[in-house]
């Protein structure tokens, strides 16, 4: 159970420099007083933008990222990213293993464990993707593809690295549809699944700890009965996040509805983030 709501965003390729800076911009404004404490927001943006973006967001309650890394750090990966590159533009986070990194640009496993190690030996806070495809969930092997996934990107983290770790459910099939086509009840049983592998990972207080994100065409419409899922800890919007005032709605929205919910009343958050 997490004492703080978790949104992220991806643009993906939706927006180049000049329209990532002004987005990042809106959003700083326009959550200008979004409470740290509470509720944390990480943006992750094109490479292209993220020097600059840094120092328009030098301090700032958003926290900035990019959405991949190399899983090497030596210098003949002509065209990639380091982790310590990354870390030299003094970012707070990366996306790793988002679906279409594993299923477009073919990222194994192994591939991601490299990544995850190597972003976070930079201190780097790891949003790690896992998902399966609609035939995996078709075969009634979902459960079994995310707990491969978890146990192999996340082999051999060392345990004061855990709170660098976030968990990003975005199934394959969820992605860039309507969002009435989500159950949210399903969403809530694969949070389960995702909550006990952490937990036989770690331990039950470190597994516990992890935040453990939705994402897959969250919108305005669907965002509160997600959050309401069993272990749902947060959500990472892809779509319905790339204008900044959709984003800051959803936002307070659902910040409103989870302090007004009983079955979550447990949860302190801000009661005056309104
Ligand atoms: P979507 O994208 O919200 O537009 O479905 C989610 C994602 O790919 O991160």
Same mark, same amino acid.
């Given at each position: 159970?997490?004492?703080?709501?978790?949104?992220?965003? $991806?643009?993906?390729?939706?927006? !180049?420099?000049?329209?990532?800076?002004?987005?990042?911009?809106?959003?700083?404004?326009?959550?200008?007083?979004?409470?740290?404490?509470?509720? +944390?927001?990480?943006?992750?943006?094109?490479?292209?933008?993220?020097?600059?973006?840094?120092?328009?967001?030098?301090?700032?309650?958003?926290?900035?990222?990019?959405?991949?890394?190399?899983?090497?750090?030596?210098?003949?990966?002509?065209?990639?990213?380091?982790?310590?590159?990354?870390?030299?533009?003094?970012?707070?986070?990366?996306? %790793? =293993?988002?679906? &279409?990194?594993? #299923?477009?640009? !073919?990222?194994?496993?192994?591939?991601?464990?490299?990544?995850?190690?190597?972003?976070?030996?930079?201190?780097?806070?790891?949003?790690?993707?896992?998902?399966?495809?609609?035939?995996?969930?078709?075969?009634?092997?979902?459960? +079994?593809?995310?707990? %491969?996934?978890?146990?192999?990107?996340?082999?051999?983290?060392? *345990?004061?690295?855990?709170?660098?770790? #976030?968990?990003?459910?975005?199934?394959?099939?969820?992605?860039?549809?309507?969002?009435?086509? %989500?159950?949210?009840?399903?969403? !809530?049983?694969?949070?389960?699944?995702?909550?006990?592998?952490?937990? +036989?990972?770690? =331990?039950?207080?470190? !597994?516990?700890?992890?935040?453990? %994100?939705?994402? =897959?065409?969250?919108?305005?419409?669907?965002?509160? #009965?997600?959050?309401?899922?069993?272990?749902?800890?947060?959500?990472?919007? =892809?779509?319905?996040?790339?204008?900044?005032?959709?984003?800051?709605?959803?936002?307070? $929205?659902?910040? &409103?509805?989870?302090?007004?919910?009983?079955?979550?009343?447990?949860?302190?958050? *801000?009661? $005056?983030?309104?």
């Amino acid at each position: 159970m997490q004492n703080k709501l978790y949104f992220c965003t $991806n643009t993906k390729m939706s927006k !180049g420099l000049t329209e990532s800076l002004s987005y990042l911009k809106d959003l700083q404004t326009l959550l200008s007083d979004l409470p740290q404490k509470d509720i +944390e927001l990480a943006v992750m943006l094109p490479f292209t933008a993220l020097y600059p973006a840094r120092q328009i967001c030098l301090k700032s309650n958003i926290l900035l990222g990019a959405q991949n890394v190399c899983q090497e750090t030596d210098f003949s990966f002509t065209g990639e990213i380091s982790a310590p590159m990354l870390k030299e533009l003094n970012l707070d986070c990366v996306m %790793i =293993g988002h679906s &279409e990194r594993r #299923r477009k640009a !073919g990222e194994t496993d192994s591939m991601i464990n490299q990544k995850v190690l190597f972003a976070l030996s930079e201190n780097l806070t790891v949003f790690l993707g896992i998902s399966e495809t609609a035939s995996e969930k078709q075969y009634m092997i979902s459960d +079994e593809v995310l707990r %491969i996934q978890l146990k192999r990107s996340l082999y051999g983290i060392r *345990a004061e690295q855990v709170p660098l770790l #976030r968990i990003l459910y975005e199934p394959a099939w969820a992605i860039g549809k309507d969002s009435s086509c %989500i159950p949210p009840d399903y969403v !809530g049983k694969k949070h389960n699944t995702i909550r006990s592998c952490l937990c +036989e990972l770690f =331990g039950s207080d470190t !597994g516990s700890s992890i935040p453990v %994100i939705y994402g =897959g065409s969250v919108s305005p419409s669907n965002a509160c #009965r997600l959050i309401d899922q069993p272990n749902v800890d947060g959500l990472g919007i =892809g779509r319905s996040a790339w204008d900044a005032f959709t984003f800051n709605c959803l936002i307070r $929205n659902v910040q &409103e509805h989870v302090n007004q919910s009983t079955s979550k009343g447990d949860k302190p958050y *801000a009661e $005056n983030f309104k």
